[in-house]
């Protein structure tokens, strides 16, 4: 078949992706979304097509313009070949000339006269407030914009992919999020801008930065307003959607997306891909932040769908870690995978070969777990005689007083609260004292003003202790609590603060701090949960917690333990292979019913990335796969000898896995054979 430039315009419109329609009467070099745009010459009367599709997500952009471009041999981006609009569920399907090959670059934007184009709301806060004028998208009527409604696009807010096409008719996928929009911008830089190389290396080097599998381009980004297509996703799935959407939540209102975008990308070209591990500023972000946010919004994702809860958690054991060494690390350390330019054949051999390393860690047939089993009992042990957990809770059971002692947050309540306190020529002179001071700025300790350190007194209020060598005070200034001494034989100095959000009613509260005892310095970070009912506060418990290690021996790995219905926990480790490279590695461990539970392991090292997962441990069904996308599968529950797995690219299958007596070994499609048994061994 091929395509008139009348037929694009009707595709465009009218193609399977889109509900309904009418048949423009203007061709599409005189309509008006078009009319500043330049075509390549293959966009011709007659072409013959290759189809581009993709969805667009910050969140969900629908009846968005999706431009097109060509890359000229300066590898710069040049002519358009297609134009056309997302759908409802922000899907596009844009036919380009197949003549075309080389590098594609898709554009979705608002449009300059396009006013029907929407974003739907993916920020936990709300996306600003709703004026009269957008009270069509207030579907609740409480004057804001709200996570899942939506509203109009920026005419200035645009987000890009790129790719390349081939010359053949096999379908192009490319989804846009605010991701691929980081990675085409680092490719742009690159000296050869838009070259083959480039694009693999900054698609690739973006993946490892979020520890994503596979390629940002193909990988299905979700929408998070529609709880029924998270079940069914894959755990690169949900990671993916999940930094690609609390992106938003870096600003409050949605009228700065656009700059913050354009702050976000400079930064990040400019650092050659990376960001800084913590940035204070006010218009740097820190990739702190940014797992910040997204832990944020797992955990309001979590109350629509426990997938969620087991992702907050990974990412809460990562924040930890990282604030932990950015004091000596200042930036992240994401490079693209050295296999990214090899074929797909020597694409599975690698991964082949870099699980042969860890053989020695490795055993798909132990009931115990499938990975670094003893790494994991050693420092279970640390924790457990340290009684890391059991600490924190002592402490926490004293956060009710949060929800009930004075919430001072301007410089009229403190006159109220503090001011109201001192009587007589004291008491005036304190209201005078607010009067030129900031109560924001206020700093008491070791002044020589009288004043001061009268009202200092009534800043910070001692609460009652069960345990004898531990204290607790708030702080009316910082509506914190301190609760610091000596718990369980060991040093303790946690601070609790309200969150700023509340999850159906419950009140949540994080807590952070160190534990110390002769054998090792806990970092810990966790969350408590408390319950206001007619007044009445009441301590829930603690629901997670993260906790850095450092070992006097100089050995440090972190930890996340979830407590509840769904009992997880996180752990993370460097460790070296049997060639030396350093990995970090994480664990991810599930109870499940009936005492069983599944398992997940990421290794990652000289810029590669391993997942390795087990259902439940003694299934012996085991999933792996690598940067590259490449996967496999094996069920070792299969009786005799014979086919008992494969390895995959996509669709394509690479290589059978295949059992014959008490060996196990992989048969490539090219006749190559590689040996696993001590996989199983």
Not at 198 to 204: E, G
Not at 452 to 473: F, G
Not at 494 to 504: G, P
Not at 604 to 615: E, G, H, V
Request: aromatic share 8%; net charge negative.
């Amino acid at each position: 078949m091929r395509y008139s430039l009348r037929t694009v315009l009707i595709v465009l419109c009218c193609s399977a992706l889109l509900s309904a329609c009418k048949t423009p009467t203007s061709s599409l070099a005189n309509s008006a979304s078009s009319s500043s745009i330049d075509f390549n010459p293959l966009v011709t009367e007659n072409f013959d097509p290759v189809m581009v599709s993709g969805i667009a997500a910050k969140g969900i952009m629908k009846n968005a313009q999706v431009v097109i471009y060509s890359v000229d041999s300066t590898g710069r981006k040049s002519l358009a070949l297609g134009l056309g609009k997302t759908n409802a569920l922000g899907e596009y399907e844009i036919p380009i000339p197949v003549a075309y090959q080389g590098a594609i670059i898709v554009e979705i934007s608002g449009g300059n006269t396009n006013t029907d184009a929407q974003m739907v709301c993916d920020n936990v806060s709300g996306c600003g407030d709703a004026p009269a004028d957008l009270a069509s998208f207030d579907t609740n009527n409480n004057q804001q914009i709200d996570f899942g409604e939506s509203f109009p696009i920026n005419f200035d807010f645009m987000l890009t992919a790129v790719s390349e096409a081939v010359g053949t008719k096999a379908p192009i996928t490319v989804h846009v999020t605010a991701l691929t929009h980081l990675a085409a911008a680092l490719a742009e830089q690159s000296p050869n801008g838009f070259a083959h190389s480039s694009i693999l290396q900054a698609n690739s080097q973006v993946a490892n930065l979020f520890g994503l599998m596979g390629d940002i381009r193909t990988l299905k980004p979700l929408d998070l307003s529609r709880s029924d297509v998270f079940a069914s996703a894959t755990e690169s799935q949900l990671r993916y959607s999940l930094f690609a959407s609390s992106f938003a939540s870096l600003v409050t209102h949605r009228n700065e997306l656009s700059g913050l975008l354009t702050n976000v990308t400079n930064e990040f070209v400019r650092q050659n891909g990376q960001f800084l591990l913590v940035n204070d500023s006010m218009l740097g972000i820190g990739f702190d932040k940014w797992l910040t946010a997204s832990i944020e919004l797992s955990e309001y994702l979590a109350t629509r769908n426990t997938v969620w809860t087991r992702l907050g958690l990974q990412l809460r054991r990562e924040l930890a870690a990282i604030r932990q060494v950015a004091g000596s690390i200042v930036f992240t350390n994401a490079h693209a995978s050295e296999a990214i330019e090899f074929d797909a054949m020597t694409q599975a051999k690698t991964l082949v070969d870099d699980l042969s390393q860890w053989r020695d860690s490795l055993n798909f047939n132990d009931d115990s777990g499938i990975a670094f089993n003893q790494e994991l009992s050693g420092m279970n042990d640390v924790l457990k005689n340290a009684k890391v957990a059991a600490a924190f809770m002592a402490a926490a059971k004293y956060t009710p007083v949060l929800a009930v002692l004075p919430l001072i947050s301007s410089n009229e309540q403190a006159v109220d609260y503090v001011c109201g306190q001192i009587t007589g020529f004291a008491g005036l002179m304190c209201k005078e004292f607010l009067a030129n001071n900031a109560l924001a700025t206020l700093d008491c300790e070791g002044t020589s003003n009288a004043m001061c350190r009268m009202m200092s007194s009534y800043l910070v209020i001692k609460v009652p202790t069960l345990e004898k060598k531990i204290k607790a005070e708030y702080s009316v200034l910082h509506q914190s609590l301190r609760v610091y001494g000596v718990l369980y034989e060991q040093q303790v100095d946690l601070e609790f603060t309200l969150n700023e959000f509340d999850l159906e009613g419950a009140v949540v509260v994080s807590g952070v701090g160190t534990i110390e005892n002769a054998d090792a310095r806990f970092f810990v970070d966790g969350k408590v949960g408390l319950r206001n009912q007619g007044g009445d506060t009441t301590y829930q418990g603690v629901s997670e917690l993260a906790i850095v290690v450092n070992n006097v021996d100089g050995s440090a790995y972190s930890v996340a333990q979830h407590f509840g219905d769904d009992d997880l926990s996180a752990i993370g480790f460097q460790i070296s292979a049997e060639n030396g490279d350093l990995a970090d590695v994480s664990v991810m461990t599930q109870l499940l019913e009936g005492g069983e539970s599944s398992q997940s392991v990421t290794i990652a090292f000289d810029d590669k990335r391993i997942l390795i997962a087990q259902d439940e441990v003694n299934s012996r069904q085991i999933t792996f796969s690598n940067q590259d996308g490449v996967s496999g599968t094996i069920n070792l529950a299969l009786e005799g000898d014979g086919e008992v797995g494969a390895m995959m690219l996509g669709s394509v299958k690479l290589a059978d896995i295949l059992r014959e007596r008490d060996e196990l070994y992989v048969l490539f499609s090219d006749g190559e054979r590689k040996n696993l048994t001590d996989l199983i061994m």
